[in-house]
C-alpha cells in the first residue's frame, strides 16, 4: 500500500482565495470604476503601459490580485517584494539587479505588499531607481498614502483607490467558488443563496474574509450518507458570529471614525453618534480614548448652552476608568446620546482661538496698573493697585474698570449664542455691557 505523503494534499491546505485568485482582467470581480470597459486602469494594463502606481484600499477588494494579474501581462521582470519581511539590505539587492535589467534593455516591475510598513529610509532607497526608470514600482496599501508614502515616491506614482466590494459582488464570488473547478473539486456542496448572502455581509466588502468563511463554513458541515455536504444555519452561525469591524488604532480609520463621532453629536444626531461611537468600541478602540474626546466635545461644542454638559462628560469618563469594557459602553452611550442632545454653542472655542490668533500675532501688553497686587511698599510707590475697584463694595457687584490693556480696550472674545441656558448668560452680559457704558465716563 503507498503511503500518502503530507505534501501530496498540497491543493487542497493552500486556502481557497489562494486557490481562486483570478489570473485575467475578465475573472476580476468588483472596482468597475477602474476596470470597466474603457475604463483608465484597465486600458493601462491591457495596452502593457505600466507606469509606477500605487493601489490604496481596504484589505481584501484584489490590491495583490492586480499586482499578480499584471505580472501575468507584461513583458517585464516582475518581483513580488514585501515590506514585512524585507529589509534595505534586501531592497539594495532587487535595485542592483533592476539597474543590471535596465542596461540590458529590460524593464522591471517591482511589487511591494504593504509599502506602509516601510520607513522613510527604506522608501528613500527606492526613490533614484523610479526617477531613472529602472523599477516601476507597484506599491500595495490599507493606509492614507498621503501620509504613509513619502512625499517624494508619492508624487512620482499615480495613486487608484480600490472600494470595499459591493454585496452583489460578494455573492457573484462566493457562486463562483462553489461551482469552480479550483475551489471544492469532486465535492457535491449545499448551499442556499440566503446563505451566501449572508457571508457577503458579514464579510462587509473583503472578499478573502468571504471565500475563507466559505470555506470554513463547508469545512463544517454536514455529510449525508450519499457524501453531499450541507450547510446548515446552525454551522453557519458559528462562521459568522462575530464580525471582524475595520478599525486601525493607530491608523486613518482612527481619525475617520472619531471625526464621524465628533459630527454626529454635533449635527445633533444620536442615533449616528451611538453608532460610530460602537464602532471604534468593538473595533477595538480604548474607551478612556473616546471620554476624552467627549470632555473636549462638551465645552467645544456645547459649552455654555448646557454647562451640565461637562461635569456629565468628565463623569462617563470616570465610570469608564472605574468599570472598563464591556461595562462601560452604556456610559459612553449615555454620555455621547446627552451630548448628542444637548444645545450646541461654539463660543466658547471661537472666543478660545480668536484669543490665541491675537496672543500670536501681538506685542504682549503689560497688567495695567490697577489689576497689579502691591504687597511691598515699592510697589505701592510704582502705583501698583492704584484705581483698583473691589466689585462687591458695589449695590450691583458691577464697577466700570478697565481689566484689558489700554489697546485690547473694548476687546470682545467671548460672543455667546441664544443656545439653551447661553440665552440667559447673553442676557446677562449685555445687561453688564449697557451698564458699563451707562455708568462710565
Not at 250 to 261: D, K, P, R, T
Not at 277 to 291: D, H, S, T
Not at 295 to 324: K, N, T
Not at 394 to 409: H, V
Request: glycine share 6%.
Amino acid at each position: 500500500m503507498e503511503q500518502i505523503s503530507l505534501f501530496d494534499r498540497h491543493e487542497e491546505t493552500v486556502p481557497l482565495a489562494s486557490r481562486l485568485r483570478p489570473k485575467r482582467l475578465e475573472d476580476f470581480v468588483g472596482q468597475e470604476h477602474l476596470l470597466g470597459p474603457g475604463k483608465m486602469l484597465r486600458q493601462i494594463i491591457e495596452k502593457d503601459q505600466i507606469s509606477s502606481m500605487i493601489f490604496w484600499g481596504p484589505p481584501g477588494v484584489g490590491k495583490t490580485t492586480l499586482a499578480s494579474i499584471i505580472a501575468g501581462r507584461t513583458k517585464a521582470n516582475f518581483i513580488n517584494f514585501s515590506a514585512v519581511t524585507s529589509g534595505i539590505k534586501e531592497i539594495k539587492e532587487v535595485m542592483r539587479q533592476a539597474e543590471l535589467s535596465r542596461q540590458m534593455g529590460e524593464k522591471t516591475v517591482l511589487f511591494v505588499d504593504e509599502i506602509h510598513r516601510f520607513n522613510k529610509a527604506q522608501q528613500d532607497a527606492f526613490l533614484p531607481f523610479v526617477e531613472k526608470g529602472s523599477i516601476v514600482l507597484i506599491g500595495a496599501t490599507t493606509e492614507n498614502p498621503s501620509f504613509e508614502v513619502n512625499a517624494a515616491l508619492l508624487s512620482r506614482c499615480r495613486v487608484f483607490v480600490l472600494k470595499a466590494l459591493e454585496e452583489r459582488d460578494l455573492v457573484r464570488l462566493l457562486s463562483n467558488a462553489l461551482h469552480s473547478s479550483e475551489g471544492f473539486p469532486g465535492q457535491k456542496i449545499e448551499m442556499s443563496d440566503r446563505q451566501l448572502q449572508a457571508i457577503a455581509v458579514f464579510a462587509n466588502g473583503d472578499a478573502r474574509m468571504a471565500l475563507n468563511t466559505l470555506e470554513m463554513a463547508i469545512l463544517n458541515g454536514d455529510i449525508t450518507p450519499e457524501g453531499t455536504i450541507v450547510v446548515t444555519d446552525e454551522g453557519l452561525s458559528q462562521c459568522i458570529n462575530r464580525k471582524s469591524l475595520l478599525y486601525d488604532k493607530a491608523g486613518e480609520e482612527h481619525y475617520n471614525l472619531i471625526s464621524a463621532l465628533h459630527k454626529s453629536m454635533r449635527n445633533s444626531d444620536p442615533d449616528a453618534a451611538v453608532y460610530w461611537m460602537l464602532r471604534m468600541l468593538e473595533g477595538g478602540e480604548n474607551p478612556l480614548y473616546i471620554a476624552r474626546r467627549l470632555i473636549r466635545f462638551a465645552s467645544e461644542d456645547v459649552g455654555m448652552a448646557d454647562s451640565h454638559a461637562l461635569p456629565l462628560a468628565v463623569a462617563a469618563y470616570q465610570a469608564c476608568h472605574f468599570l472598563g469594557m464591556p461595562e462601560c459602553d452604556v456610559h459612553l452611550t449615555h454620555a455621547v446620546t446627552y451630548l448628542a442632545m444637548a444645545p450646541k454653542s461654539n463660543a466658547l472655542y471661537s472666543a478660545c482661538e480668536k484669543c490665541k490668533r491675537d496672543l500670536r500675532t501681538e506685542n504682549a501688553e503689560p497688567v495695567p496698573l490697577q489689576l497689579r497686587n502691591a504687597p511691598t511698599g515699592l510697589m505701592k510707590e510704582l502705583d501698583y493697585g492704584a484705581g483698583y475697584q473691589y466689585a462687591h463694595d458695589t449695590a450691583d457687584k458691577l464697577t466700570t474698570m478697565e481689566c484689558m490693556p489700554e489697546s485690547k480696550r473694548g476687546c470682545r472674545y467671548y460672543e455667546p449664542t441664544g443656545q439653551g441656558e447661553e440665552a440667559e448668560v447673553k442676557k446677562r452680559l449685555e445687561e453688564i455691557i449697557e451698564w458699563k457704558r451707562t455708568h462710565g465716563d
